[in-house]
C-alpha cells in the first residue's frame, strides 16, 4: 500500500486477515454497502481523486460524475458477493457485527453506540464523529451517460441470465 493511501481491503494485508482468521476470540466488524452500485461507485470515485476519506468538516475535493463500465461494474458486483460469502466463512466462528454503511452516514451516533455495545465497551456520550460521507447526489447525476451505462449493464444480466439459463437445458 502506498504511503497516504487508504485501502478498506483486507485482502491486501493477507498476514492481519490470516491472525483474525486464527484467533477466535476476536470479534469483528463487518462494515458492508447494501447497495453494490453505489459501492462501486464510491470506489470508482475514490481511485480517480485520491479521496478516500473526509475529515468531518474538512474541504475536501468536490465529488463529481465518473465514467463507469457496465462489464466492470457487473464483475465487481459479482466479486463482491463472492468477497462477503468467502468472509462469512472465514468468520464463521467469531463473534460478527455487520454494520451497514448507509445506517452509518444516516445515524453515526446510534451506529457507534451499537459497535460500543457490541465490543463490550462502556458508552460514552461524548463519541466524537471525526469523518463524515463525501458524496451523497443521485446516480444520475453521480455516473456520466447514466441512461446508456443502465441500458448496457441491464443487456449484460439479460446475456449472462440467458447464457446461464441455457445450463440446465439437457
Known amino acids: 500500500m502506498k504511503k497516504g493511501v487508504y485501502s478498506p481491503y483486507p485482502h491486501e494485508y493477507p498476514s492481519v486477515r490470516d491472525y483474525l482468521i486464527s484467533e477466535r476470540n476476536i470479534s469483528i466488524i463487518h462494515l458492508v454497502r447494501r447497495n453494490l452500485l453505489r459501492r462501486y461507485l464510491s470506489y470508482r470515485r475514490a ?23 457496465p462489464h466492470e461494474c457487473f464483475r465487481d458486483f459479482l466479486s463482491t458477493e463472492a468477497q462477503r460469502v468467502r468472509y462469512a466463512r472465514h468468520f464463521e466462528q467469531h463473534e460478527v457485527r455487520e454494520v451497514y454503511y448507509e445506517d452509518l452516514a444516516e445515524d453515526p451516533r446510534g451506529v457507534g453506540a451499537q459497535v460500543v455495545e457490541f ?37 449484460e444480466l439479460e446475456a449472462r441470465k440467458q447464457r446461464w439459463m441455457s445450463f440446465f437445458e439437457d
Open 47 to 69: 481511485l480517480e481523486i485520491g479521496d478516500w476519506r473526509r475529515l468531518a468538516g474538512s474541504a475536501g475535493v468536490p465529488p463529481r460524475a465518473v465514467r463507469l463500465d
Open 119 to 155: 465490543l463490550g465497551l462502556t458508552p460514552r456520550d461524548d463519541l466524537e464523529i471525526t469523518e463524515e460521507k463525501i458524496g451523497g447526489a443521485s446516480m444520475r447525476d453521480s455516473i456520466l451517460d447514466y441512461d446508456e451505462f443502465r441500458s448496457e449493464f441491464e443487456a
